[in-house]
């Protein structure tokens, strides 16, 4: 799939696990009750607020320490 998007192809996958879809994506589509929350790349769109009104629970996204990918651990965000 990457080496079809880099000669121009477009490649869509539907993922719900998103750390991994901030690892391969360059841009992301999330959806809340069929609608869309956000657009854009995954260090640009996933952040705790985005998580919260999403999914209704209180998480903190952090960043990898090799760059400037974001995770998602479920743990309490106190």
Known sequence: ARDFA?????VVAILHDLNLTAMYA???FVLRNGELAADGSP????N???IEKVFDC?????VLPAGS?????PQSSA
């Open 6 to 10: 880099r000669r121009g192809g477009g």
């Open 26 to 28: 360059d841009r992301i």
């Open 43 to 46: 260090a640009e769109v996933l």
């Open 48 to 50: 705790d607020e985005l």
């Open 58 to 62: 209180r998480l903190k996204v952090g």
């Open 69 to 73: 990918v974001p995770f998602v651990l």
